[in-house]
């Protein structure tokens, strides 16, 4: 018993070592605020979390590897806090309803210009503003060069040299059925903005916004994928992070109070259901 003991303490003593040389370089390069307040909670409960850092550590004895799946554990914490998990899924709501304005929008302004047509026709009227996608584009074009800023008047210039003569040479050679007009781009910009379904770009974060189980299991996902990732792609051996450690660190990376901390059973469910398997 008292062996085991000192080899837990031992591994613990090793990975707190590899968290505050972590925070330390964090500190120094001005970095990684986020992951120091994880790594601040992991030292403070250093003892909760002991047997879960012996278990990695043993499995672990090369330093590379060991400091590779610290910084997965208190990154994907730093990532998954419940105040960054509610931010992402609020800004994925508020892109997703401004996607929606965008479609309606352009569907309003296309029938506004349909609506000018058809009165310019019915009343004989001349003037209108031209909605030929030619002649939009060399509006733009002076209108960056004149008024725009720097990049904008760099790209106006790339344009009157490089696509313009060939613009004006097609506008030239067919005429204008041949060429949709902004009314009818405006109608192809609200429907594709109506089928769009916006969606994290990375695996990671989309596997934890999978979840609607709260912060810890966006967390969880995070760190099952990132080390998944790090054992196909990045030679890191495959390790088991048992039921009951990894909810120690769950807990204490997090932060969480007694009435939102998560247990064995927990994690062995929600794992199940990720994989079909205990096996982190």
Known sequence: ????????????????????????????????????????????D?????????????????????ARVLEILTQAAAGWEPAKTREIREGLR??????????????ELADLLESLDNQCEKLNLTGRPSTH??????????MAETSGPDDDQ?????????LAPHM??????????????????LRALADGAQ??????????????????????LNFARAAWQMIEFAHRYEGLPRITIGDAGFADIVNCALGLGEDDEVNAGTVKTARRRKWGTTQA
């Open 133 to 142: 996608p030619v002649d939009l584009m060399e509006r733009w074009q002076s």
């Open 168 to 185: 004006e040479y097609l506008a030239g050679r067919y005429d204008a059925k041949y060429w949709p007009d902004l009314t009818e781009l």
């Open 94 to 107: 508020s892109a997703t309803e401004r996607t929606a304005q965008i479609s309606a929008k352009a569907s």
């Open 195 to 216: 089928a769009a379904k916006l969606e994290p770009a990375d695996a990671i974060t989309a596997a934890a916004l999978a979840s609607g189980q709260g912060a810890w």
């Open 46 to 66: 250093s003892l909760n979390v002991m047997g879960a850092w012996s278990a990695i550590a043993r499995q672990l004895p090369a330093d590379r590897h060991l």
């Open 1 to 44: 018993m008292l062996n085991k003991m000192r080899g837990h303490a031992d591994g613990a003593k090793r990975v707190n070592m590899m968290l505050r040389a972590m925070r330390d370089a964090n500190l120094s390069a001005g970095i990684g605020s986020s992951q120091n307040r994880i790594i601040d909670r992991l030292l403070h």
């Open 154 to 162: 760099r790209r106006a210039h790339l344009f009157q040299c490089e």
